[in-house]
């Protein structure tokens, strides 16, 4: 079955992003002018993907408002004559048309996925998260539907993560399958949400692409809140694998963490030097500093 439709959770508080994300949400942010959540969508548009479904919550507004037509600024725009800057700003609204589900209290992952639920139906869908910002020559949920349509089974995108830093992310324990990925898709035997350093099963850490199956509604139903009050779509998924096949793909390209402070300001930095408007100045400006 195709992929035609993806969920994007963008009801978190970004706290790991104050004070910035205080009365705007963290999906608004720019990377040089785009904020964060175009970078995604047009990933997922450019895999082949035209339903849009965005899970949002209070304070926001301005993601619906950024993809909406804004009549107003058009009309200044087209009156000044700044036709580039008008193109830009219709290519926004005329991207996609999006749906927007609200998520009224923040319970996790997995119970934002579950508010999906009506929008998704009975077919297959990816999974989008907006601090995960990944720039590759194919897009990076291009290569998930690729697994999928081979494995026909929920996949997990992840990345090799050394050191203490793989407790901040969900953990998978796998076994490589040979198939014409080259090594890059494991079979998923456990999973784990976060643990500690001494426990994590590998070095395996999922980022934020996933294609799931539909049944992964039901067992996200049944699955109970954690210490932190959450349903985590991890814990959903360890339910979801003793029904059937789960895979991860370790996926081929360069992730930013852009939910981190430092990880926003490196794709910032990164994404700037490959403007062709911008990348050669920016790039003379950086090679003169002194630290
Ligand atoms: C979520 C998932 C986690 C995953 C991470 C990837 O965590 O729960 O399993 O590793 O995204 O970015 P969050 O970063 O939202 O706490």
Known sequence: MKIRKAVFPAAGLGTRLLPATKSQPKEMLPLVDKPVIQYVIEEAMASGIDHIIIVTGRGKNAIEDHFDVSYELERILESRGKTD????????????????????????????????????GNEPFA????????????????????????????????QIVEGPDISRYGVIKGQAVSDEFSGRTYRVEDLVEKPA?????????????????PEIFEVLERTGADKGGEIQLTNGLRLLREKQPLHAYRFEGKRYDAGDKLGFLKATVEFALKRSDLGSDFADYLRQLRF
């Not at 350093?197 to 199956?213: D, H, K, Q, V, W």
């Open 85 to 120: 800057l008008l193109e830009q700003v219709q290519a926004i609204s005329k991207m996609v048309s999006i749906a927007y589900v609200r998520q009224k209290e923040a319970l996790g992952l997995g119970h934002a996925i579950l508010v999906a639920k009506p929008l998704v």
């Open 197 to 213: 350093f001494s426990e994590a099963p590998s070095n395996l850490a999922i980022i934020g692409r996933y294609i799931l199956t």
């Open 127 to 158: 999974v989008l998260l907006g601090d995960d910002i990944i720039d590759a020559e194919v897009p990076c949920t291009q290569q998930m539907i690729s697994v999928f349509e081979k494995h026909q089974s929920s996949v997990l995108a992840t």
